[in-house]
């Protein structure tokens, strides 16, 4: 992409943008699962997996797609704001939270790996670990922003000790939430870890067996931000996180 | 109530810590508009959420029934370990469709001690069209993270008493074998209060067993 094109990117702005020729973008979900057969979400759904974790180890298998594959309602609202904002998004379900994972970061880091390991270009994390996981955690993503993989992940709602880790990592776009009239807009901040503030107050979001609810908090406002980056690199497919993360800055509300 | 936090969190009945955790969940009641609240601990075994203090109407029926990890807002936050807020599901996205029956906003907070999970506090209103904001989130699971640190700081003066203080003058008069079995069993109260229940399981089938060969 020439300097010229980006320019006139930025000057078009972000709903010029997502109107133009949108190369797919895999965008991974690390969460609950997908209800795949809610009317938002058929045909939108890539691929599926499920990491459970079995006497503290992670195993991953592929599942089938197409179904309600969501055990709390949470990822299906994550992937309906991606799937509203990015036209492009092809979503890869990978289900890390259930009951048998509760609270195990090892399911987490598995889904990570396996994101690593499929290069999928956009992840969103509307979670967030312990610090006791960070050495991994942060290696992991030190390699998919190496690998040009956009991880976006969501600051803690009730943060004590730290942020939220991977929303605290600069390899991570890290995401706090507020009120925006236009959920497409969304704020800069540049003295704290947790960069982008997007929309994250009385979202309608998709709910499992083919409904709708309103949801709150940080979770939510982050598949904003991994959508608008689903559009900017289906846009501008050779774009580097770091590119990413500073055309972010400058179509972001002042 | 009693039994169950005592069992999970170590908390006896009638102490400043079991007032405390009630006084928490009344504030956060008030404090963001809900009609009902409660607090829950977490019977790993069981793979449950437990009840075990509630405030509002539903105190009688509420009071020793279980809500499955794997299900619900309560079940995400105790996943997630963070604050959830939860609304209906309604037919259409225009959610002036008819309503399912059940609470119109709940806020599900995760108590912690470190990094494990206890327990989950929650605020419940059925108030129509009542809906939690982040900023009711962010006070509740406050709330929630200093009951995590009440449990905690029990624990640990549970388990400083245990390893430092005087054998009653009761157990020095025991024989061997029965001085170790209360002694183990008072180390057991202090320091992993949910294990009574499983040593009680043993104890009982032990002494069925003794009797029988009697």
């Not at chain 1, 690998?147 to 730290?162: E, K």
């Not at chain 1, 979770?219 to 990413?244: K, M, Q, R």
């Not at chain 2, 203080?165 to 109260?189: H, K, M, W, Y």
């Amino acid at each position: 992409m020439s300097a010229g094109s980006l320019k006139a990117a930025l000057d078009e702005g972000f709903e010029v943008l997502s109107r133009r020729t949108l190369a797919p973008i895999e965008v991974a979900v690390l969460d609950s699962g997908i209800d795949a057969s809610h009317p938002d979400l058929v045909g939108r759904i890539a691929r599926a997996f499920a990491v459970e974790v079995v006497d503290g180890k992670a195993e991953v298998k592929e599942v089938e797609v197409g179904i309600n594959n969501d055990a709390y309602g949470h990822g299906t609202g994550v992937a309906s704001i991606i799937a509203r904002i990015a036209p492009n998004a092809r979503i890869i379900d990978v289900r890390v939270l259930g009951a048998a994972n509760s609270g195990a970061a090892a399911a987490t880091l598995a889904g990570l790996r396996l994101a690593l390991t499929h290069r999928w270009k956009v992840v969103n994390l509307s979670l967030a670990l312990a610090g006791s996981s960070i050495t991994e955690l942060q290696a992991l993503c030190e390699r998919a922003y190496y690998q040009d993989q956009i991880l976006v992940a969501a600051r803690r709602n009730m943060p004590i000790s730290d942020d939220g880790f991977p929303a605290e990592l600069s390899s991570c776009i890290g995401v706090d939430n507020e009120e925006f009239e236009d959920p497409l807009r969304f704020r800069y901040q540049s003295s704290d870890k947790i960069e982008f503030i997007a929309h994250g107050e009385e979202v309608t979001v998709a709910a499992p067996g083919g409904g709708y609810t309103t949801v709150v908090g940080t979770s939510f406002a982050t598949p904003a931000i991994s959508g608008i980056c689903a559009v900017i690199v289906g846009a501008f497919n050779d774009l580097s996180p770091f590119e990413v993360k500073s055309f972010l800055k400058t179509i972001s509300d002042a | 109530m009693s039994h169950v936090l005592s069992t999970y969190l170590g908390i006896l009945p009638n102490t400043t810590e079991a007032g405390v955790l009630r006084l928490l969940v009344q504030t956060g009641v008030t404090a963001v508009g809900a009609g009902e609240g409660s607090l829950l601990v977490l019977d790993e075994a069981s793979g449950v959420l437990r009840f075990a203090m509630t405030i509002g109407s539903s105190e009688q029926t509420l009071l020793g029934q279980t809500v499955p990890l794997g299900e619900g807002i309560t079940g995400l936050a105790a996943a997630t370990h963070q604050v959830q807020i939860g609304a209906p599901t309604f037919g259409g996205v225009r959610q002036d469709d008819a309503k399912r029956a059940g609470p119109e906003a709940v806020i599900a907070a995760p108590m912690l001690v470190g990094e494990t999970l206890v327990g989950v506090m929650t605020a419940v209103s059925f108030k129509e069209g009542k809906r939690f904001t982040s900023a009711d989130g962010s006070l509740y699971g406050g709330l929630a993270t200093i009951a995590g640190v009440v449990v905690d700081q029990r624990r640990r003066l549970a388990a400083y008493e245990g390893e430092h203080s005087d054998v009653p003058a009761a157990l020095s008069t025991l024989a061997g074998p029965e001085r170790q079995v209360l002694e183990s069993l008072r180390r057991v109260s202090a320091q992993r209060p949910a294990a009574i229940r499983q040593l009680a399981a043993i104890l009982a089938a032990v002494e069925t067993l003794a009797l029988g060969e009697g």
